[in-house]
Every structure is written in structure tokens, then in C-alpha cells.
Nanobody, 121 residues
Framework: QVQLVEAGGGLVQAGGSLRLSCAAS????????MGWYRQAPGNQRDLVAG???????KYADSVKGRFTISRDNAKNTVYLQMNSLKPEDTAVYYC???????????????WGQGTQVTVSS
């Protein structure tokens, strides 16, 4: 199996910063696209930022210029640096990874357990 373990959420004042991390472990043959999603109460889960294995990135319009996604392929870890946080960034943040596992020839998508980010005004 494959596990994604997130860390770094918490409570921060508006204008502050947080850094999320997500480490993938287990039966990983190849780790492809990784990303961060978020879900606020009553809302759907939306993409915040994504990064390919080659380092190409994409961002939701609402976070462009404030958030930066990066990855360390040697550690199978993806990061989300969040600066200039706003109250509307408050949500549960989920890590996603597309993995080719050792036990299957195809690609599967895995999710982390979620980490709460709360931005106070």
C-alpha cells in the first residue's frame, strides 16, 4: 500500500505564513503528479496547486503569487509554502499523489488525511 502523511497545518493570523508538507511512502514504483487541494465547510474540494514529476506547476487563480508548490523527489515529499494568508484560505488541505505502485501496472491516486489551516482576521 501507499501512505501520504501531511504536516504543517495550524492557526495563523491574516498576512502570516504556513508551510505544509506531505510525504509519500510504501510500495511506490513511480511517483507522478502531486498536488494540494482544499475543502472548506459546505464547499467542494478544489485544486490549490499541482506539480508534475518534472517540476511543472499550476495554481488556482486565488493563490497565484502567494502560494508556492515544490517537491523533493528523493524524499517523495511535496510542499506548499503559503504566504500572505487570508481568512478565505481557511480550509482542510489535502495532499494528492498519482502513484504507480509495485503491485499494479497502472496508476492510482492516493489522498492524505487532511490538515486544518485556519486564518484569523
Amino acid at each position: 500500500q501507499v501512505q501520504l502523511v501531511e504536516a504543517g497545518g495550524g492557526l495563523v493570523q491574516a498576512g502570516g505564513s504556513l508551510r505544509l508538507s506531505c510525504a509519500a511512502s510504501g510500495s511506490i514504483l513511480r511517483l507522478n503528479d502531486m498536488g494540494w487541494y482544499r475543502q472548506a465547510p459546505g464547499n467542494q474540494r478544489d485544486l490549490v496547486a499541482g506539480i508534475t514529476s518534472g517540476g511543472s506547476t499550476k495554481y488556482a487563480d486565488s493563490v497565484k503569487g502567494r502560494f508556492t508548490i515544490s517537491r523533493d523527489n528523493a524524499k517523495n515529499t511535496v510542499y506548499l509554502q503559503m504566504n500572505s494568508l487570508k481568512p478565505e484560505d481557511t480550509a482542510v488541505y489535502y495532499c494528492s499523489a498519482r502513484v504507480i505502485p509495485h503491485f499494479l501496472s497502472g496508476e492510482l491516486e492516493y489522498w492524505g488525511q487532511g490538515t486544518q489551516v485556519t486564518v484569523s482576521s
